[in-house]
């Protein structure tokens, strides 16, 4: 059975969600790293696809409300061409992420999570909210 990673990727957080079973993900984490410094979140998503069994990765690809590609989109598609150089067994996925950091705030608010827990936790459910919609799509092409 395939399993799945959801990448949240920041400036100074990776949020990360797995799924074993291709239908329901759930957050792992949240790892940081020092600002801008993506070879530190390389080496924490190459040991989360050697403890995990990764076959694949979905990566946020954060674009702006018009469809456009802003540095963080770059960057994102750059994170991408780096894991696919030194895995290429690894399929990675970039997956429109707009609006789910906001959506994963609005769902920790709805849970009554205090404003320290949305913090810390808004990226790895960022990652799930990623993830899930990446399965959810890829199970309805499948139906």
Known sequence: ???YIGLDLGSKTLGVAISSSGIIASALDTYRFQENNYDDALKIVYNL??????STIILGLPKHMNNDLGIR???????KSKIEETHPDVEVVLWDERLSTKTAIKTMIKGSESRKNQKLKKDELAAVVILQNYLDYKGAKTC
């Open 1 to 3: 059975m395939k399993t």
């Open 49 to 54: 696809i050697k403890e995990h069994h990764v």
């Open 73 to 79: 989109g770059q960057i994102s598609i750059d994170f």
